[in-house]
């Protein structure tokens, strides 16, 4: 699906990525984790072709590099959640949303864009909110409209798509934490891929089918859950104590920081 290939990144000679390897196959999940600082949402950008890197050739989506895409085709292929978006945005929720829709029509919406819509709010539940100013609402529910917004650019009948989201259970309540993810879950189980920068690992050990964990610019391991999600690795990286035992519900690796 997607292919990095020693992806190094600087800016004003400052490193940030330093020769990361990765590749995301159709249907995966994969949790980017790793303390402040690691590299984790330049990462994004850059697999999100956000970020312009020396050597575009090190990056491949379904095997071409950005550059051989046409941006409509691009647009309907993968999307992105961003950490920051804009503060103030003068649109009621329902139009914030169907700004994702954008790259299906010129001036006027279709019935499929509007059913779109409808569907992605309902997923991360803005419907009771579609018809209320996007700037009225709480941090929680405008991150919702957001997610709404990214799964409706993607809802279209191409096989093996590709969703970027860099920290979206920021601001979410455990409730809507766990309806979030399930939806990615959703999404990558029809073949899709999901890539995810999330601080919370025992979400991210519930969730992905694999793990990146970085440090300083660096790739400090790349796995399935229990594979990473080792008690030495993970206190050398936060530089900070843990134990990990098995979730006694779902057997994934459950991870308790502290003493
Ligand atoms: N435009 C920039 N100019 C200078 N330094 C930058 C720039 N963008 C990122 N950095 C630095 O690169 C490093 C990686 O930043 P990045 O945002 O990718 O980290 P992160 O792992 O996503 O962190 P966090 O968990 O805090 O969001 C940080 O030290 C950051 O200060």
Same mark, same amino acid.
């Given at each position: 699906?997607?292919?990095?290939?020693?992806?190094?990144? /600087?800016?004003?000679? %400052?490193?940030?990525?330093? @020769?990361?390897?990765?590749?995301? @196959?159709?249907?995966?999940?994969?949790?980017?984790?790793?303390?402040?600082?690691?590299?984790?949402?330049?990462?994004? /950008?850059?697999?999100?072709?956000?970020? /312009? #890197?020396?050597?575009?050739?090190?990056?491949?989506?379904?095997?071409?590099?950005?550059?051989?895409?046409?941006?409509?085709?691009?647009?309907?292929?993968?999307? &992105?959640?961003?950490?920051?978006?804009?503060?103030?945005?003068?649109? $009621?929720?329902?139009? $914030?949303?169907?700004?994702?829709?954008?790259?299906?029509?010129?001036?006027?919406?279709?019935? $499929?864009?509007?059913?779109?819509? *409808?569907? /992605?709010?309902? @997923?991360? *539940?803005?419907?009771?909110?579609? *018809?209320?100013?996007?700037?009225?609402?709480?941090?929680?529910?405008?991150?919702?409209?957001?997610? =709404?917004?990214?799964?409706?650019?993607?809802?279209?009948?191409?096989?093996?798509?590709?969703? %970027?989201?860099? @920290?979206?259970?920021?601001?979410?309540? $455990? &409730?809507?934490?766990?309806?979030?993810?399930?939806?990615?879950?959703? %999404?990558?189980? &029809?073949?899709?891929?999901?890539?995810?920068?999330?601080?919370?690992?025992?979400?991210? =050990?519930?969730? =992905?089918?694999? #793990?990146?964990?970085? &440090?300083?610019?660096?790739?400090?391991?790349?796995?399935?859950?229990?594979?990473?999600?080792?008690?030495?690795? #993970?206190?050398?990286?936060?530089?900070?104590?843990? =134990?990990?035992?098995?979730?006694?519900?779902?057997?994934?690796?459950?991870?308790?920081?502290?003493?």
């Amino acid at each position: 699906m997607i292919k990095g290939t020693n992806i190094t990144y /600087s800016h004003k000679n %400052f490193p940030i990525l330093n @020769e990361i390897n990765l590749t995301v @196959e159709f249907g995966e999940f994969l949790a980017i984790v790793g303390p402040n600082g690691a590299g984790k949402s330049t990462l994004l /950008s850059v697999l999100a072709n956000e970020i /312009s #890197i020396v050597n575009p050739k090190d990056v491949l989506f379904k095997e071409k590099e950005f550059k051989q895409w046409n941006l409509k085709d691009l647009a309907h292929n993968k999307a &992105k959640f961003s950490q920051h978006n804009p503060a103030e945005i003068t649109l $009621v929720v329902k139009d $914030v949303v169907m700004m994702g829709r954008y790259p299906y029509f010129h001036s006027t919406p279709s019935q $499929v864009d509007f059913l779109a819509v *409808d569907e /992605s709010m309902s @997923e991360t *539940d803005v419907t009771h909110l579609k *018809d209320r100013e996007y700037n009225t609402l709480s941090g929680g529910e405008k991150q919702r409209v957001h997610l =709404a917004r990214v799964l409706a650019q993607l809802k279209n009948d191409i096989h093996q798509k590709l969703m %970027f989201l860099d @920290e979206p259970l920021n601001n979410l309540d $455990v &409730k809507h934490q766990y309806k979030a993810l399930q939806t990615l879950k959703d %999404f990558t189980k &029809k073949e899709n891929s999901a890539i995810v920068v999330m601080h919370d690992l025992n979400l991210a =050990a519930q969730f =992905a089918d694999r #793990i990146l964990l970085m &440090k300083n610019g660096k790739v400090v391991s790349h796995g399935k859950p229990e594979e990473v999600f080792e008690e030495k690795t #993970i206190s050398d990286t936060y530089n900070f104590p843990c =134990a990990i035992c098995k979730h006694p519900l779902t057997k994934n690796p459950m991870i308790i920081f502290g003493n």
